[in-house]
């Protein structure tokens, strides 16, 4: 293995957050984020391996200021950890949209950076930010390689059947419009560190990942190729996730907008940011540590969402199941799926038709590797903490 060290950078339109990583050890080295870039009130949080958490408030114009600020924290001779920047060898970037320009990370370059932007009229909100990400780490680093590792990557195995909507077929032609997926360096992590802790090749699997954080999402991935993910066009479609509806009706969008007098911009926020379970509960909240000690306490609001959340994942595992013709291994990770015992009880009660049982002691554990089903389990659970940042910097050195 290389000894490198990658910088992983993963730009929102107002906030960045980095690792330094390691690229033999694959030790996190610092990490940290900027917060409110460009907007008053910036803050930047940076944390050494080892050492003690440094929060300053510091005013950041831009992007390029942020980046500029990550790496004198990196650099500085009293809580820095690196002497200079040539200690960098590498920066990775978190793209979200691919398009179906990139099945796979890629070195960045002029064409690169044209072909990202290609797809912003399909993430609107995230590709400008993180190509603004881009330009500042090549600007203050002009020498160092950098790559873009998408969102949408591993799902572009899909076929035709899994990612195309039911629409005229001219929409796919003239704007794209189909099931692209998202997250997809935690699925492809997830699925592989599957194949490592059963000691089976990855190509000869069958295995559905529960990405279960406050976006939230569950991925097909047969024989070692994605065939099926939840999230379509955009991160909207799935899952109920902490404030997004997933799945619906598409006519409640103008009804909802007669009912309510409002716009379809206007439904549409409160499709993304005021549903899911936060919604669902009566607004009572989007954060499972919440959910779950109303539930335990037998509040109504949260026995509904909760219930809602599981029976949603179970329905996908299912399509799933049927989309590969079996299952081997079940994987929770993310948030939820890593740290909630009770919501990966609630979904395998599901799956008796899968052979599931779970180990209800293996189960109580949270947050590492761990396989929670029975040894007579037909069909293996197990929880796989995600890791995108080691993923990125694990396909940034192999590019470099
Ligand atoms: P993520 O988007 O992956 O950070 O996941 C956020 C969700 O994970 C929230 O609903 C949290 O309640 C849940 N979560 C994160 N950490 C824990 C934890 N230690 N215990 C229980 N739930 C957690």
């Known amino acids: 293995m290389k000894d490198m060290n990658v910088l992983v950078i993963n730009c929102g339109s107002s906030s960045l957050k ?9 030790e996190v080295i610092a990490k940290g984020l900027c917060e409110r870039i460009g907007i008053e009130g910036g803050k930047m949080i940076y944390t050494p391996a080892g050492g003690e958490k440094q929060e300053k408030e510091i005013p950041m114009k831009d992007h390029t200021e942020a980046v500029r600020l990550v790496l004198e924290a990196l650099t500085d001779p009293d809580t820095g950890v690196v002497k200079s920047l040539e200690e960098i060898g590498a920066v990775g970037h978190r793209i979200v949209h691919g398009g179906e320009k990139f099945a796979s990370s890629t070195l960045i370059t002029d064409e690169v950076m044209e072909a990202i932007e290609g797809c912003n009229d399909l993430a609107p909100l995230h590709n400008p930010a993180n190509l603004i990400g881009i330009r500042a780490c090549r600007e203050l680093m002009p020498q160092t390689p950098m790559t873009a590792v998408f969102d949408t990557a591993f799902h572009q195995t899909m076929p035709e ?23 997809g360096t935690s699925h492809s992590y997830v699925s592989h560190r599957a194949a490592e802790l059963m000691q089976k090749d990855y190509e000869d699997l069958k295995i559905i990942v529960c990405h279960l954080g406050n976006g939230a999402s569950v991925s097909a991935v047969k024989n070692g190729r994605c065939v099926d993910t939840s999230m379509g066009l955009t991160p909207l479609e799935g899952l109920i996730m902490g404030t997004r509806s997933g799945d619906l009706d598409p006519a409640i969008v103008e009804f909802l907008c007669n009912k309510e007098n409002k716009s379809v911009g206007e439904i549409l926020t409160v499709l993304n940011k005021e549903s899911g379970v936060l919604g669902l509960s009566g607004g009572f909240s989007s954060d499972f540590r919440d959910l779950e000690k109303a539930y335990r306490a037998g509040d ?7 219930k809602g959340f599981a029976y949603r994942v179970a329905k996908y595992i299912g399509a799933y199941t049927a989309a590969m013709n079996g299952v081997d291994v079940i994987c929770f990770t993310a948030g939820i799926g890593e740290n909630n015992p009770l919501i990966r009880t609630m979904i395998s ?19 590492e590797d761990a396989l929670i089903s029975t040894p007579e389990s037909k069909t293996k659970v197990y929880v796989i903490p995600t890791n995108e940042e080691l993923a990125i910097a694990r396909e940034t050195v192999a590019l470099v």
């Open 18 to 26: 980095f690792q330094l990583i390691n690229s033999k050890s694959e």
């Open 161 to 183: 059947e899994a990612y195309l909507y039911g629409i005229p077929y001219r929409y796919y032609e003239d704007y794209k419009v189909r099931r692209y997926g998202f997250h």
């Open 349 to 367: 009660s599901y799956l008796g038709y899968l052979g599931v049982t779970l180990s209800e002691e293996a189960n109580a554990g949270r947050g």
């Open 300 to 306: 109504e609001a949260a026995i509904r969402t909760m």
